[in-house]
């Protein structure tokens, strides 16, 4: 079975920009969850989306956003982009069904906010 | 998924030895816990995790430890090998909650 994919893998941007992110969960998992890893921060909890819908929501402002597609695809849009916003961001999938459950994370997409 | 943090706590331990990583968490409703491993260049993978209704999971050379009553998480790595290199992370999770807060990270370095 093929794990959670992230695409794309490396982004530069400048400040002000929007970027989109894009990630494919493990087949048949229907939770998808976004995170921001910062050396400073560390890993920070940013939505889960289930069923098309946002499940959980972290403390992030409303500049970060989400989808979920009926094929579970999930997308994280980042509007008016910040210096600080330079990260690796990390989406994971679970199945689901059952709440706190094992979620298995992809390789990440590392963007650069110039 | 690189290394995380320019001051993470690391723990350097010889090839053979047993490996002991600590975590400390300060939610009392935190109901389950997962711990990861982070290698450079990937995401988290997942090792072992545990609900609050245990104190002890055993795994692949592998063994988590969960006290509720001081809030303290730990994982053991038998035998430790060079290929546990790695950045680990413990995570956790309320009670019917698909939102998880992970710890700062520990760095273990295996000495061959």
């Known amino acids: 079975k093929a794990g959670v994919t992230q695409t794309p893998r490396y982004l530069i941007k400048t400040r002000g920009q929007q970027v989109t992110l894009s990630c494919s969960p493990i087949s048949g998992h229907r939770s998808v969850s976004w995170y921001q890893q910062t050396p400073g921060q560390g890993l920070q909890f940013l939505f889960e989306?289930?069923?098309?819908?946002?499940?959980n929501k972290g403390n992030f402002p409303g500049r970060f956003s989400g989808r979920q597609f009926s094929n579970s695809r999930s997308e994280m849009n980042v509007s008016t982009l910040e210096l600080g916003d330079s990260a690796l961001y990390l989406c994971?999938?679970?199945?689901?069904?059952?709440?706190?459950?094992?979620?298995?994370f992809g390789p990440g997409t590392r963007l650069l906010v110039l | 998924g690189e290394s995380v943090g320019l001051h993470l706590p690391t723990l350097s331990v010889q090839e053979g030895d047993n490996s002991i990583i600590n975590c400390a968490y300060s939610n009392s409703a935190s109901d389950y816990f997962i711990w990861y491993k982070q290698e450079s260049g990937k995401g988290p993978q997942f090792i072992i995790d545990i609900r609050s209704n245990m104190d002890k999971r055993q795994g692949q050379r592998v063994t988590v430890l969960l006290n509720k009553t001081v809030k303290h998480l730990s994982l053991q790595i038998a035998a430790t090998q060079p290929g546990d290199s790695a950045v680990y992370f413990c995570?956790?999770?309320?009670?019917?909650?698909?939102?998880?807060?992970f710890g700062s990270g520990t760095k273990l370095n295996v000495k061959p």
């Open positions: 994971a999938s679970s199945p689901g069904d059952v709440l706190t459950e094992t979620q298995y």
């Open positions: 995570a956790e999770t309320p009670y019917n909650f698909n939102k998880f807060y």
């Open positions: 989306y289930f069923s098309e819908t946002q499940r």
